[in-house]
């Protein structure tokens, strides 16, 4: 509430301190925390740690100079240090290993739908192979054939994806919102992803329904 602090005086503990500047907030929790107060305080007669800027490739040595230095001051105990970048990589443990868990599991979860539609569209020609020939026989293109067999399949993922779509914005919005500081979300994520479920879809049933499409009629009507 202060308009022009620096300078003025506060206590603390008993104790007078003169407030020497003021900086900007920043976040030193994890961002499901909002930005809360902080005072950065000089004691040297009671200093327990420092923070150090090292150069890029001087970790090392650097180290072993602090190292040696903390044990001229302070050698009955051990010299020990971490890295900023890895305290708040720890304050994620559970979202990176949410992050890996999804990799793997949705890897699993397109290859089994890869092999399901696969395996759907190799019986539905088949089951349709008379219709086929038919078909040809009366003047329907290879074109023809293959979109009638791929739009099939195309309606249901577009079902699908319109029965996903819903309940992922729902669950994705409620996981956001246990951050107090969060992105967006954007309808082009799930434009993306139905992009990329729809290229997926047409490479696994595109091959079974040309492999229809081209095949001889003679054979097919004759097998019956």
């Not at 202060?2 to 005086?9: N, T």
């Not at 009955?76 to 708040?88: K, N, R, V």
């Not at 047409?202 to 079974?208: E, S």
């Amino acid at each position: 509430g202060m308009k022009d602090p620096v300078g003025k005086k506060i206590n603390l503990w008993g104790r007078d301190m003169e407030i020497a500047g003021v900086v900007r907030d920043f976040h030193f929790q994890s961002l499901h925390e909002k930005v809360k107060p902080l005072f950065i305080w000089l004691a040297p007669e009671n200093t327990r740690q420092f923070m150090v800027r090292i150069q890029t490739g001087r970790e090392k040595t650097v180290l072993g100079r602090l190292a040696i230095l903390y044990r001229q001051f302070n050698p009955a105990f051990s010299f020990e240090y971490s890295f900023l970048d890895t305290d708040y990589q720890t304050l994620y443990v559970s979202e990176n290993r949410i992050s890996v868990l999804s990799r793997y599991f949705a890897g699993m979860a397109i290859l089994i739908s890869c092999l399901g539609l696969f395996g759907l569209a190799a019986f539905t020609a088949r089951k349709r192979q008379k219709e086929i020939g038919i078909r040809k026989v009366v003047g329907a293109s290879v074109r023809n054939i293959a979109v009638l067999l791929y739009g099939e399949f195309l309606r249901l993922v577009v079902i699908a994806l319109l029965i996903a779509f819903p309940l992922a914005w729902w669950e994705m919005t409620k996981w956001l919102k246990s951050f107090a500081y969060r992105i967006p979300l954007h309808a082009g994520v799930f434009l993306i992803a139905g992009a990329f479920i729809l290229l997926i879809t047409t490479l696994t049933v595109g091959f079974q329904a040309i492999k229809a499409a081209v095949a001889n009629p003679v054979n097919s009507l004759r097998s019956e």
